[in-house]
């Protein structure tokens, strides 16, 4: 069965601050590999999608990167971390073929920016 | 542009129903139903492929209507189970592989 693992769960960084943000995903192969944001009581906001090794498609053009190094690991960077940055980040999957478009989504990292 | 929900809350009592739509101003190929606890990541709930169709979980169904770019969330006779923020999602624009969520719901239910 396929399972995504997301790491680290919670942690508390201060502005300027670099980050890192990794997920992998197992039991699947060429997955669509998504990252999202959370800020508290808000909506899913969508960051990064891939959908292959080396292929990112941005949708903030912020302080935040995101690379797929290897077919099932996806991970989000940041230089210098801002508070706005704060929030739940969320990694998914999806399946390429069948293409049902539902997401598997990791247990989520809590950032707290200070 | 993300689809928009509506309401944007909604308190019941246990055993009321409750409708959640979802409108988008792009067209629409196919919608799915995700809920999220606080705290939690969001849960897969349904998936709609097909205009008009109907799919079912347990007292919970919805509808898709592709000419009017809409999804609605049927929930019958809540339990406090249903609590939680639903969103609908989509592929946006279909075939992209780009997945967008609506603007959330917030769902409580009250003993």
């Known amino acids: 069965s396929q399972t995504i693992h997301q790491w680290p769960a919670t942690l508390v960084q201060p502005v300027g601050s670099p980050l890192s943000l990794e997920c992998t995903v197992e039991?699947?192969?060429?997955?669509?590999l998504y990252w999202y944001r959370q800020a508290a009581g808000r909506g899913l906001q969508l960051l990064f999608y891939?959908?292959?090794?080396?292929?990112i498609s941005s949708e903030v053009p912020q302080n935040l990167s995101a690379s797929r190094p290897q077919d099932r690991q996806f991970i989000l960077s940041s230089k210098k971390l801002l508070l706005s940055d704060s929030g739940f980040y969320l990694c998914?999957?999806?399946?390429?073929?069948?293409?049902?478009?539902?997401?598997?989504f990791g247990e989520g990292s809590r950032l707290t920016v200070l | 542009q993300q689809p928009v929900q509506s309401p944007q809350a909604v308190i019941l009592r246990e055993g009321e129903d409750a409708v959640i739509n979802c409108s988008s101003s792009?067209?629409?190929?196919?919608v799915h139903w995700y809920r999220q606890k606080h705290g939690e990541a969001p849960v897969f709930l349904m998936i709609?492929?097909?205009?008009?169709e109907q799919k079912g979980h347990e007292k919970i169904s919805a509808s898709f209507n592709e000419k009017k770019q809409q999804s609605s969330l049927y929930l019958t006779a809540s339990q406090l189970s249903y609590s939680g923020t639903y969103f609908c999602g989509t592929e946006y624009p279909s075939g992209t592989y780009k997945y967008i969520f609506g603007t959330g719901t917030r769902l409580k239910v009250l003993a």
């Open positions: 998914a999957w999806s399946a390429r073929q069948p293409n049902t478009g539902e997401l598997f």
């Open positions: 709609l492929l097909k205009g008009g």
């Open positions: 891939s959908v292959g090794i080396g292929q």
């Open positions: 039991g699947t192969s060429n997955p669509n």
């Open positions: 792009k067209a629409l190929y196919s």
